[in-house]
């Protein structure tokens, strides 16, 4: 009640995605590791190591712990790998690698929604977190879920599957350039002469601010139109 009178309708409209919650994709990747790791998080960065032996400022290994047991965290994750094993991202699964993720479709009142997917797996020890997002592209599992598929199996397992190269090739050559309403507008043509000089009232033409001798009722002064 404090903090925004949040009632469990919010809640709900949260939990399927269409509240107050707003991520960058980063962010989204970084909950997919949160989620992974069953309740913490590593401030996120570039650099694993320095050659010359300088250690990773501190900030960035300390681990941050969320305010939920770590027992519920079981539960999301066997929902986000039904998700991918029979649900909306069945295309980002693969054979050898259990593959947790969740399809989004960012609802987009300018043009074509956009597809959004975020997941976490692991192979052998080595572990990989992601986030996808694809502007104009569509529902979850058009284009977000099989681009993070196909990034999660090149990362764990150093190429694509025969099978899969159908699914690589359809991302190579996609073009949503054309589902973009800001690249639909048809170009203007460029005038062939210069516009012409704007026309210069008469002053006799120009409405005087100083009240005719004649007027008996006060009025207010009009100002000269703007001059285009």
């Known amino acids: 009640r404090n ?9 709900m409209s949260c939990g399927i995605g269409q509240g107050e919650i707003q991520l960058t994709t980063l962010q989204m990747a970084n909950l997919a590791a949160c989620i992974s790791n069953r309740g913490f998080w590593i401030t996120p960065h570039l650099a694993k190591k320095f050659e010359d032996g300088t250690e990773i400022p501190a900030q960035f290994r300390k ?10 965290f079981d539960i999301v994750k066997e929902g986000m790998a039904e998700c991918v094993n029979r649900g909306t991202a069945r295309i980002a699964r693969l054979s050898d690698i259990q593959v947790h993720g969740k ?7 300018h043009g074509e929604d ?7 797996a692991e192979k052998d020890g080595k572990e990989i977190a992601i986030a996808v997002y694809v502007e104009n592209a569509g529902w979850g599992s058009s284009y977000a879920a099989p681009i993070a598929g196909l990034m999660i199996e090149k990362y764990l397992n150093g190429a694509i599957t025969p099978d899969r190269l159908p699914i690589q090739q359809r991302m190579i050559d996609a073009n949503l350039f054309l589902k973009n309403p800001a690249h639909n507008k048809p170009i203007a043509e460029k005038p062939t002469a210069p516009a012409p000089p704007p026309v210069v009232p008469d002053s006799k033409d120009v409405p005087s601010d100083t009240p005719d001798a004649t007027t008996l009722v006060s009025e207010p002064a009009t100002k000269p139109p703007k001059r285009k």
Do not use: K
């Open 3 to 11: 903090l925004g009178s949040w009632h469990s309708p919010t809640i």
């Open 114 to 120: 956009h597809s959004v997917f975020f997941a976490f």
């Open 103 to 109: 399809t989004g479709t960012s609802q987009n009142p």
């Open 63 to 72: 681990r941050h712990d969320v305010s939920i047991d770590a027992h519920y």
